[in-house]
């Protein structure tokens, strides 16, 4: 274990040129850190990238433009269920608009359905949202359209991770990078929940030392795997294994980009025991590793906006709730909108269920409003702030790991939906339910903002579990991913 913390301490005193993310993908990686480009200098931005979540039959892997000029979207990819899924189709077509509290409006013109195909929406699907790092990556919550079971929700959410398709990397020197693991809802037990990644390139080759770990921390095996990258029908892309990328099984594309945000695609064809380039058998998203440790108190004094995803989440009414446009560092755990979530902490903090947390939290929570028409999902500012009904704890930066917060946990209320009306909460010795569970953060800068990457899985130590609506504690893998508010 020393001899491993030794390795990795030298292996951050390496760290030269970062890498970006772009909205909708896992695209390639610049030659070396590029200068950043100012947005108005360019208003349409390339990305590669995947869902974490879809239907059986849906989009696999896809890419995607932004174009800022014309106010447009559209994104391009494999559809599972069409004759030569190796050929890009379109699936999406819609227009952008910038809400004031900085996501991004999707409307939904054409979309996916449960079946492949590609159908005209009128009137136009609207609930989708995207934020965005103009030219280095993007978090967003497509919609796609369940046309097989009349007696389902309509719309499904599919969160996905997005990054830079441009270039190949090329790193002088290896590159060190954090990630965390994307939650599965089919997987029961955990390979890993978030890990370390040393990436060297030689031409083509790129080659990943990996240590994926446990939230525990536990150490999982180690792993050296190399992949190759090349121009594709989607931007340029690392394939791994070598020279797969027109096989569907197993196939993992990989983006690793300039302003340094990875993002991987990886669903595990075959038995679906496949660990893939990064141990957890999922896809990832991650940063570069900070040359310096972060500023604790600066990451939680900033704003913050995101995306929770827990994709055992049950529907409520009409809306599937498995992600979640958010938001966190609008409130102080003593704003009176963090009232009731402190009340329920509190209750159960007396019965030694739940810990305090720390100073080193981000209060905050979903946008997730009942109107007269049902729940809605809507971060435009129009129904009021975003709840308060979530804590980060990000707990203690690791000494000699930048970044990396393997002791972080997440609270939650009894006033989070839909638990606290339709599913309430009941706990042992009070009727004011509040939840706490073990999770790994990381923390870099990507063009000058924060960005946050969280996990908590059912293979945690304690296991992430919520009560349902019968007392009974049932596994909840969660994710959180934030990029922080432009000033």
């Given at each position: 274990m020393h001899e491993r913390q030794q390795s990795r301490t030298i292996l951050l005193a390496t760290l030269?040129?970062?890498?970006?993310?772009?909205?909708?993908?896992?695209?390639?990686?610049?030659?070396?850190?590029?200068?950043?480009?100012?947005?108005?200098?360019?208003?349409?931005?390339?990305?590669?990238?995947?869902?974490?979540?879809?239907?059986?039959?849906?989009?696999?892997?896809?890419?995607?433009?932004?174009?800022?000029?014309?106010?447009?979207?559209?994104?391009?990819?494999?559809?599972?269920?069409?004759?030569?899924?190796?050929?890009?189709?379109?699936?999406?077509?819609?227009?952008?608009e910038t809400a004031g509290t900085g996501f991004l409006r999707i409307t939904e013109n054409f979309a996916t359905t449960s079946s492949g195909v590609i159908a005209p929406q009128n009137?136009?699907?609207?609930?989708?949202?995207?934020?965005?790092?103009?030219?280095?990556?993007?978090?967003?919550?497509?919609?796609?359209?369940?046309?097989?079971?009349?007696?389902?929700?309509?719309?499904?959410?599919?969160?996905?991770?997005?990054?830079?398709?441009?270039?190949?990397?090329?790193?002088?020197?290896?590159?060190?990078?954090?990630?965390?693991?994307?939650?599965?809802?089919?997987?029961?037990?955990?390979?890993?929940?978030?890990?370390?990644?040393?990436?060297?390139?030689?031409?083509?080759?790129?080659?990943?030392?990996?240590q994926p770990l446990l939230v525990g921390p536990i150490?999982?095996?180690?792993?050296?795997?190399?992949?190759?990258?090349?121009?594709?029908?989607?931007?340029?892309?690392?394939?791994?294994?070598?020279?797969?990328?027109?096989?569907?099984?197993?196939?993992?594309?990989?983006?690793?980009?300039?302003?340094?945000?990875?993002?991987?695609?990886?669903?595990?064809?075959?038995?679906?025991?496949?660990?893939?380039?990064?141990?957890?058998?999922?896809?990832?998203?991650?940063?570069?590793?900070?040359?310096?440790?972060?500023?604790?108190?600066?990451?939680?004094?900033?704003?913050?906006?995101?995306f929770i995803y827990a994709p055992l989440n049950t529907v409520t009414g009409s809306y599937d709730i498995k992600v979640l446009a958010s938001a966190f560092g609008d409130n102080a755990g003593t704003s009176q909108a963090c009232s009731t979530l402190q009340t329920s902490l509190t209750a159960n903090n007396g019965s030694g269920s739940v810990p305090v947390p720390s100073a080193n939290s981000l209060y905050g929570g979903e946008f997730l409003t009942t109107t007269s028409t049902g729940t809605v999902n809507d971060p435009t500012g129009a129904s009021g702030s975003e709840n308060c009904d979530v804590v980060i704890d990000l707990g203690t930066q690791d000494p000699v790991s930048n970044g990396l917060f393997p002791n972080a946990k997440i609270f939650i209320g009894s006033n989070?939906?839909?638990?606290?009306?339709s599913r309430p909460w009941v706990c042992t010795g009070s009727t004011s339910c509040a939840v706490s569970f073990p999770a790994a953060a990381i923390v870099g800068k990507v063009q000058g903002r924060y960005v946050i990457f969280l996990m908590a899985s059912a293979g945690s130590i304690p296991p992430a579990r919520l009560p349902d609506n019968f007392g009974s504690a049932v596994p909840q893998p969660v994710g959180i991913y934030l990029f922080q508010k432009n000033q």
């Open positions: 030269v040129a970062l890498c970006i993310m772009a909205p909708f993908g896992f695209g390639g990686c610049g030659e070396t850190a590029k200068p950043v480009t100012s947005p108005s200098a360019n208003q349409v931005y390339s990305y590669f990238g995947s869902p974490f979540s879809v239907s059986a039959s849906s989009v696999a892997r896809s890419s995607s433009a932004f174009d800022h000029a014309a106010n447009q979207i559209g994104v391009s990819g494999f559809i599972t269920t069409a004759s030569n899924a190796q050929v890009p189709t379109a699936i999406i077509n819609g227009t952008l009137p136009p699907l609207t609930g989708a949202w995207a934020l965005e790092i103009p030219g280095a990556g993007a978090l967003a919550n497509f919609l796609n359209v369940n046309s097989s079971d009349p007696s389902a929700v309509k719309v499904t959410a599919a969160p996905a991770a997005m990054a830079d398709n441009t270039a190949c990397p090329n790193f002088v020197t290896p590159a060190p990078f954090w990630y965390v693991t994307v939650p599965s809802a089919t997987m029961s037990n955990d390979t890993a929940d978030y890990g370390f990644v040393d990436i060297s390139t030689q031409g083509s080759d790129v080659t990943l030392h990996t150490v999982q095996p180690a792993s050296v795997v190399t992949g190759g990258c090349s121009n594709t029908s989607l931007g340029a892309l690392t394939a791994y294994p070598l020279n797969s990328f027109g096989t569907a099984s197993n196939l993992e594309l990989i983006s690793i980009g300039a302003s340094g945000l990875l993002v991987s695609s990886f669903e595990a064809g075959g038995s679906g025991t496949s660990p893939g380039a990064f141990g957890g058998g999922t896809g990832v998203i991650g940063v570069a590793v900070p040359s310096n440790p972060v500023d604790v108190g600066a990451v939680t004094h900033g704003q913050y906006n995101g989070y939906p839909p638990y606290s009306a």
